[in-house]
């Protein structure tokens, strides 16, 4: 698991320009308006020596009686909780405030590393008035500009040299992984609980864990596979992580170890914004999807509640077409047993080699039937495709012009090759290499 880091602060001290420029893109609002970020903003970074994710959060206000203000609170509380490093930011120019001093009295509570920041420092004279943070009794500030990159490289030394290395262990490489994801009160846990019992399974918890980083294996058709820890089996004990927002961040740990994704929808509440968040990041990783529809003995059906409910997903989840959709019951079982089916599938599907005469046979004829359009008035001319690598199925195709390539045509190839080698429940990527003939 990749380890992650929080930003958390008083709303408009800079801390989503700190998430940009760790991103090293444009990716979250940046306003002067205090309160912009309501919701956490995340990121998987892999341009640094080591990997991480960046959590990005709304104001923190020690004490508010606005609703919205309190919620932004909570939502900051469980980016703390869930963090290996947290990042606290402070307004150099605005200076030390109660509600600063307030925001340190509780991360120093906090049992993991925390970075002081006092952003905003952009010259000698700030530099100079910084030294006023010291007053919060720590004994390290890294005073930085997040938006003229002053100080950020430093502070961003100190803290990949700290991060723990994600580990993978390699003992089960060739035991399919399956990450349980969704909103809270989707039915996760029962369908959980469903996967590990229906087949007389023998559950065996990684020793020396605690109860909510455990994961969990089973065996079914005498096959084993590998659950990995979502919010169904964390402890009972975490009653803040029903929050409904923060059922993204718990995605991205379940995620980013998995080979196949179980998106679990409820069929009461149909498809949500919250749905589009987790299954948009699952596909972003280049895991294989399936959408479970749960809860789906609660509606009453006629001969076109399920053709409805499909188009729905469909039209929500554009980016996902491939995936495949079953509707189940958690609570009493209903078609439960079909999704260990559908996983093998997906999974043969996502580890799946094509050779590369056969790829070429299928790439000639996609690109004889349907030309490239031209680019900067120059045709597009495409020499050989291979495939370089599964999980997701990768493939490099060479072409004068790899710039030149419209999304839609990129679409148009990926869709040819999903059709001929059945690549269900599955990403795949096309990677466009310049060569000459």
Not at 19 to 42: H, Q
Not at 195 to 206: M, S
Not at 242 to 262: F, G, N, T
């Amino acid at each position: 698991m990749k380890p992650i880091v929080a930003i958390v602060g008083r709303p408009n001290v800079g801390k989503s320009t700190l998430f940009n420029r760790l991103v090293g893109s444009r990716k979250a609002i940046v306003d002067d308006m205090p309160g912009v970020t309501r919701d956490r903003n995340y990121a998987s970074i892999d341009r640094y020596e080591v990997p991480f994710i960046l959590v990005d959060t709304g104001g923190f206000e020690p004490e508010t009686a606005d609703r919205m203000l309190q919620q932004m609170r909570e939502q900051s509380r469980l980016a703390m909780e869930e963090a290996d490093v947290i990042l606290f930011v402070m307004d150099g120019r605005e200076g030390l405030t109660p509600a600063d001093r307030e925001v340190a009295e509780m991360l120093r509570r906090v049992e993991k590393p925390v970075f002081y920041l006092v952003n905003k420092v952009d010259g000698e004279k700030l530099e100079m008035l910084s030294s006023d943070f010291y007053a919060l009794g720590v004994d390290r500030l890294h005073t930085i500009s997040a938006e003229h990159n002053r100080g950020v490289g430093d502070m961003l030394d100190e803290l990949i040299a700290i991060l723990p290395h994600s580990v993978q262990d390699g003992t089960d490489q060739d035991v399919p992984r399956i990450a349980v994801v969704g909103r809270p009160n989707v039915g996760k846990s029962s369908l959980v609980n469903r996967l590990l019992g229906f087949e007389r399974v023998v559950a065996n918890p990684t020793p020396g864990t605690t109860r909510d980083s455990i994961d969990t294996y089973f065996t079914c058709n005498r096959k084993r596979y590998q659950l990995i820890d979502t919010a169904g089996i964390r402890r009972k004990g975490k009653t803040t992580q029903k929050l409904e927002k923060y059922s993204v961040v718990d995605a991205l740990r379940s995620i980013e170890r998995s080979d196949v994704v179980l998106i679990v929808l409820n069929a009461e509440d149909g498809v949500t914004e919250q749905d589009s968040k987790i299954a948009g990041y699952a596909y972003e990783a280049g895991r294989g999807c399936i959408f479970v529809v749960n809860k789906w003995d609660a509606l009453e059906k006629n001969n076109a509640t399920t053709g409805k409910f499909v188009e729905r997903i469909r039209t929500e989840f554009k980016y996902l077409p491939f995936a495949p959709i079953i509707f189940v019951s958690a609570k009493s079982g209903q078609r439960v047993t079909k999704i260990i089916p559908e996983v093998d599938k997906v999974m043969a599907q996502y580890a799946r080699r094509v050779t590369t005469s056969e790829l070429n046979r299928v790439f000639s004829e996609a690109t004889e039937t349907k030309h490239a359009p031209l680019s900067q008035g120059r045709r597009v001319k495409f020499y050989y495709a291979t495939q370089v690598s599964i999980k997701p199925p990768t493939f490099v195709i060479f072409t004068n012009s790899p710039e030149g390539i419209h999304f839609s045509y990129e679409r148009y190839l990926a869709n040819r090759f999903r059709e001929a080698f059945g690549f269900e429940g599955t990403p795949i990527r096309l990677l466009f290499r310049g060569r000459e003939r």
